[in-house]
């Protein structure tokens, strides 16, 4: 049973050490258990060549000790020191343009580039050695968002040197990848692996077997360099859980498959920040502009828990404006208690806020953190302190229990339809996130998977909206599922290479669903196609034409005729982009059918459910009445007039007793 | 008497050789005439440098031939191959920023490179021994789509020389040159031909005349790079038409240059993606969304029979949905078919569709075809079809007559208002379509042409908007016209060398019109300058001060109080940019002046004539009346009550005859 | 005394020999004194190394002194030839990208080549030896619009090995630059001068002090670039005024600390064009597009009349319609006229117009001028003729007085915020814009300097909005007046090193105002803070929340109960980014405290006082009454109903007497 804990961010390299005993005091008081420190300090844990400093940051984590408090130690790989970059120049990463991406920020190297990996191995190595064994050291964190400042891709030397050995080894003949990217087309057949090229600068588009290859190729390098590091932390540092700190709204590499060398993932949520820089309307960011998205947050706890197979946390929790959006508001009273509130009733192990005092230098200055510049409480720190107390108050763990709707997640689905948006607003995340908010909307439990036969298994509904190719075994778990099955739009459309399939779309998976998709079309703003008389909504962005087979029936059409809905049993096909309406509609009618239990929320109310604790949030700007889910008795939290940003819970058996 | 033919593009390369006596059976079948092969297939043709493969390609013409299908050949200079980049790296063009343009997509060459020319002819030579005394054999396509994903324009290191060398034929001295470019200006005066360089890269915009020339220069390369090929084709294959396939809404080379040395013109027609990608208002691509433009197509065809001064083809036809634009709609059902009666309307030889079948891989594998990558019919099959009995019902061929009205196009005005535009949204291209619809509005026939003296000679009409400059025999052309001339905004306001004229606009053309402009401006959007009572419509985006001549008389005034249209006899000039309510209101008081015959027509409806045969279309959404045109009983084709997608046909003097 | 003086641009070397005289003779005819002459003129000075021909220029300048006419000679190195660019290729600036910035246009130039800048010393010292002592020669400028085309930046080699000594030369040793920069941050730190790099091309955003240093350095080298041309100048040319022509709306230098090396600042006013170009709303610029925003020029005379300590010029004056901004209008009839009469009204030794004849060739061939290219007058000639009919009436003379009002401008924090807008919208000069346009809404004469003791001595009201840091000597400036004045929102944020500071902000100030920000948010548009109940007006785009010491009061509070407007005595703290509204109703406060008197204006009606004389300009579309300022019998220019564009003018003390 894993107690819910609360931890922060903390620099000591940034602060005289005379500071840090009363630091780690203060952060006890306020109820915190777990500090990160140390990514980023290479240039302080390794001035210069070979020469290590590792006793300030052993003064630092013996003091945290002192307090109580527990260690998530980072590696510094995120930010090698100037000294190395300049003893191996090409280390740095090349962006499209064949521009190097200099020193002077973070996040400057190659993932290709096996000098700079080996210099990694090298500084973990002796970190581990250093502190593997310590005994404040509960947790480690693999370098710090990889990927963020689109770095994930990289177009030098070492990248082409190694994209041409990773098609080597998956292709093995030249021949065979001329056949699975196609390329008669247009005269791009190779002779030997040595004429492969980078997918940049080419005169139009590259050829989207290439650009999907080199997505692949790309994600793999991030997942092998952080193995290196995951496997040497292990050797020193047995025991302790090996995370890494992913972004939101990030998809450039496979999380799924990094995290499989991770004993938990971890997340870094911004609510506000994420919101600004969404892509929902002007009204939606207006409305949210201080509390943050309501369904975005929760999507991210969802996947992630998924990534880390359970086990997730917060790395990094917003406390306040950040500094790089394009504005940055001041969150409303409560907001911070609320997101540490959602993150807990999704199942955070624990939820760390960024960071404990604002740096008054450099990129980050603007940042906000539980404490000002000058060592005063700023508005964080007593809503954390508030989270502390209300976690001891309902002796919160975290309760793991398999959701029955799952929504599959692919990384590569994501690739492939950037690469080939064929309309220029057809965009996986949002496709997947009109549904995720339609069951949310619904009230019930999701759980976000990779496309494998385990995510499919023992559900009763599965959703797989724009899955780029259905592999083999995915097939074999969904032909084997009870469950209720809604596939499309696009979903099935390719084949492992990027090709259309023989039959064609939807592929592998019309052996559940008999039909053909015949002709697709994207649609300009605006542009709709309403469903046909008594049904609500409209496709828009992307509709499909089909071809049903003799085991298909149309469940739902279009005003023009066509079939929109398509049923096999208990498999769907949907053939468009539906508004929120429609998708509110598809959902519903999926849910009645698969046997979930929903519950009708007010608008701007969500509910989560921690194992057997259900926590009920006020996302609006107004008070609401959630008398209906609870009564005043039955709370644990809070109360049946929710005020915005409120937070109520309560256990689920408690109103069976009543 | 050429009879009007359908075809199809097709790749033998892309299937396996067992299914090409099926498809050439099947293309046959359904009516079509008139297949393209070959180009693209470099990799085929030569996979490794000197190893030719011809025999499949002459299988794959052998095949079609013996269904009676009559072949195109393309020569395959638009891909070269990887071993033949690998062994000239400097054969890529290099982009306004000095990047090389590299290989992976197409067209990946510069074409000032001397080493790349010389391996087109021999590429060139080879198939042109090999099939240019093949009966199937009918005609020729150069490279294809010259100057596509902006590849006119080379900054390399061989466009440097060429340029320099080109200059140096040009001036001869270099202070000629800095005499015509007025280099005294900003001390840019040059000292050799050595010393020029190309105009990328400037701190701030470079000299208008040093890009004019620049432009001319690389469109010189083009039309070089092209007769290379025309010549050698020409001796091989003696007797069959040489063509290239244009684009729409292109510009960077002149087209008129180029089609010299063909024999007809060709243009690949794709009426939904060039409607997402146009400048049309949002209003104007929804409303035409699954049609296109009702003017764009036609304006194109009209352009393309005077590049080749009678002779014309659509070499690729949209068949449904492309890859390519922002949005990708279906078409409406009847629209392919549509738009191949308004091309032989407009006098097409031969309509190819693209393609036979749709690719499974690689980059156009969104871009639908005649067929299903499964071999299934799609739509365009069937309108195919239809289209190919109907033109045997007419007996459709071409019957080509001058028109009355003809509106002077010049490439050198387009690249002129480029280089400056003076307000933002000037644009040549814009200019001429403001006209041209009106006139198409008026429902007239209408020819295009350069600015010669041959063009405007024995019309009715003569119109040239935008004409950057007016040479001496167009001038003397147009002196010796009993014509109504229209010139303005902006005729004749630059000399050859891109100075104002000394005598200030219109330049050479006031021989024609006795006025000066002393004063342009360019209005934002939303400032207009309205026409004086009574008349309707105003000016926009451009507006002129004149000055008039003794001659010269105000034909219109604007509220002002300066002069709108300036009349000097029979001759016009118009100083501004009219929107479209002005636009018809000059074109159709000059129409009448000129004794054109003109029809008022539905909104959405369009008029055609092949000769003595008159075609209606219906680019509107409902079904319009047309008995005003002609009644049922006359009616080749369709019917009065002409449907959204109708199309209908008469011949004219069985009017007469009633 | 300085009498007040009409000039114009002149480019004798465009033109025949011949027309030299006549030219001279009509500028004197229609009362131009002053004439400029040389700048861009290398070519023709030295056409090869070494070779001079100052012999064209000379007679140039005695023909213009035949006439009576004063020269001002301008330094020709913003266009350095192509012998000489050839001969050091490595002069170029280069971009932001890497990419040099090529010869064949302007500003082709890295300010830290040495190489460059001693041929700069060559040339100027040969010009000031010929023409140092020509009797006509009353001026000189040196070189052209230092930074125009974004050319102070630069990151060449040269700027490399330049910033690495500027930071050695300020730091002294690296680790105090490690301190000043906070490069413990993200392990930045650096162990030599040797290590520093430029700040582009960074992963992400590079350290925000890093940034500020590099504008620093950019800067000084703008201002070292043009001291050596002063100290040439001064040497061989004593006695003569030595200018820049600066620009509007441009801020990449330090003005005010190029101009101490100056005898008399000047700037080229482009009314309609910097419309065209500014953030204003699209209705505004509607409602202005033919005479230009009423406060823009109003501002920069203000702030170049800062720049020379009081002597100022406009030295190119907008006379047509131009050739660069987005859209180029026609200015209205007497906008010329109104504009020149404001300059005066603002101080202006000489008006120069650009230019005397529009060059028919080159870049600036749509740049309209006095005299058309077939030399006919435009209607600028008229206009300045009757502006120098005016001035002579007038008796027009420069009369000094140092205005109650002064606006703190700081070109640093326009840098500061620029590098840190940390709301996308944020900027310092729209910022800045908002308190001057209320202040001349008032109708009170402002005054505009650096942020130094001597600026705000002897005033009644001083404004420092945004002020970045504020310095020593500027607190104890501000702590020995008796001035209101008005701080916030951000002055006094940062340190020096663009650090929070301790105490946080506003820093330093807080000596003035007994308080500190907690907080700051930026708001996306439409977000917006109400003021409380009667009080008008609210915050947009950014606001602070304040932490009240004992002695700070709220003066004005927002409807959500924060410090809006804290006061400390006669001391304000402005806590955001007042609409127009709110400034209005703060500035007015403030005026009334400080005991100014101001005017009720009509809403285009906006006045000027040179000493004793009033002016009154009318910039709307439509007839004003302005009697209430003046009666008829007292204008000695204009009349009280002063139509579009009208100028009238009065002595102050007439009203006294009646």
Redesign the interface.
Known sequence: MTEQKLGVCYYP??WPVARWAEDARRMREIGLSVVRVGE?????LE??PGAYDFDWLRRAIDTLHESGLEVVLGT?TA?????LV?SMPDML?VDA????????????YCFSHEGYARECDRIVTRLAQEFGAHPAVAAWQTDNEFG??D?VESYSEAALAGFRDWCRRKYETIEALNEA???????????SFE?I?L????????????LLDFQRFSSDQVVAFNKRQADIIRSYSPGRAILHNFMGAFTAFDHFALSRDLDAAAWDSYPLGFL?RSPNS?AF??RY?RVGDPDFQAFHHDLYRGCGRGRWWVMEQQP??V?WA?????PAKGAVRLWAHEAFAAGAETVCYFRWR?????????H?ALL???S?P??AFHEAQQVARELAALSAHVERRRADVVVVFDYESDWAWKI?P???DFSYNELIMRFYRALRRAGVSIDIGPPTAETVADRKLILLPGLFTAGESLVEGLSNSAAVILAGPRAGSKTE????????PPGALQSLIDLRV??????????IIPMSDGHPGHFERWRE?LVLGDEAAIAMASRDGECALAQCGHHYYLAGWPDETLADAVVSRLLVEAGVETSRLPQDIRIRDNGGLRYVFNYGPETADISSLVSDAGLLLGETKLPPCGVAAFRKDSLTEK
């Open positions: 390299e940034h980023f300090a290479w240039s302080r001035p210069s510094p930010t090698p020191p100037k000294w300049d990463a343009h064949g521009r190097p991406r200099k020193f002077g920020s973070r996040r400057h963020c400042h770095t990217w196609g390329n008669v087309f247009w005269s791009m057949e190779l002779s004429e090229e997918p940049n600068l080419t005169v139009t588009e590259a050829n989207p077997s290439h600004e002007e960011k207006s502009m306040g404006p500094n394009p504005w940055n508001p001041a604002q740096a008054p230098f450099a990129q980050e200055q603007m906000e000002l510049p000058n005063e700023n508005e080939q064929q309309g220029q290479h990027f090709n259309i399939p023989a039959a064609l015949r002709r697709v079309e994207s649609l300009r703003p605006g542009a034409f």
